[in-house]
Structure formats: structure tokens, C-alpha cells
Nanobody, 115 residues
Framework: VQLVESGGGLVQAGGSLRLSCAASGSIFSINAMGWYRQAPGKERDLVAAIDSEGITYYVSSVKGRFTISRDNAKNTLYLQMNSLKYEDTAMYFC??????????WGQGTQVTVSS
């Protein structure tokens, strides 16, 4: 499975961004997908995930602000990020597989929130 993220950028605090992750290859092997983020000097952490039934998970710090969704017809995963905060600044990675820990990873897209 190949994953390509897009949609990152520079935004002011309080603003919004939508990340996309296009999947290709052995799509049939994907059950769940997720978004991770890694800030400089920190570990890569799970932000949100969604399975084949549409069940979602969010880390507490983004609940109510971020929404994960997937368009199976387009083989694309999304992360709508609203009310962005400075502490959301990080490299965001898309991941996919049967379950966590995911087997496939994208290259990442940078999100920078200015305070």
C-alpha cells in the first residue's frame, strides 16, 4: 500500500486545514487508517483513526476540533482540523493496515500553526 499525504501548510491559530491521504496498491488489505503527528524532539503519536465500519478514535487533545473520515470510493482518508492551536504544529503522517500498529506509512505533510 502506498500513501501520499497533502493539505499541510501554514495557518494562524484558530484557523482550519484539511489533510488528505490518497491510498493506492493493495487497497483490499486495508481495514483501518489513521493520522499520526510528530513534533520536533517528540515521539510520533496517534491523533485519530477510523476502521472499516466507520468507528473512530481521537486523542483527547483534538476531540471536538478534528474530524477523521474516509472516502472508500476514492481510496482517500481525510483529517479536517478546526480551531487549530500552536501545539498542533507537527509533521502529520497517514498510516494504514489491518490494525494498529499499522504497516503502511506516508511521507508526511507539515502543519505549522502560528500563534
Amino acid at each position: 500500500v502506498q500513501l501520499v499525504e497533502s493539505g499541510g501548510g501554514l495557518v494562524q491559530a484558530g484557523g482550519s486545514l484539511r489533510l488528505s491521504c490518497a491510498a493506492s496498491g493493495s487497497i483490499f488489505s486495508i481495514n483501518a487508517m489513521g493520522w499520526y503527528r510528530q513534533a520536533p524532539g517528540k515521539e510520533r503519536d496517534l491523533v485519530a483513526a477510523i476502521d472499516s465500519e466507520g468507528i473512530t478514535y481521537y486523542v483527547s487533545s483534538v476531540k471536538g476540533r478534528f474530524t477523521i473520515s474516509r472516502d472508500n470510493a476514492k481510496n482517500t482518508l481525510y483529517l479536517q482540523m478546526n480551531s487549530l492551536k500552536y501545539e498542533d504544529t507537527a509533521m502529520y503522517f497517514c498510516a494504514a493496515g489491518k490494525e494498529i500498529p499499522f504497516e503502511s506509512w506516508g511521507q508526511g505533510t507539515q502543519v505549522t500553526v502560528s500563534s
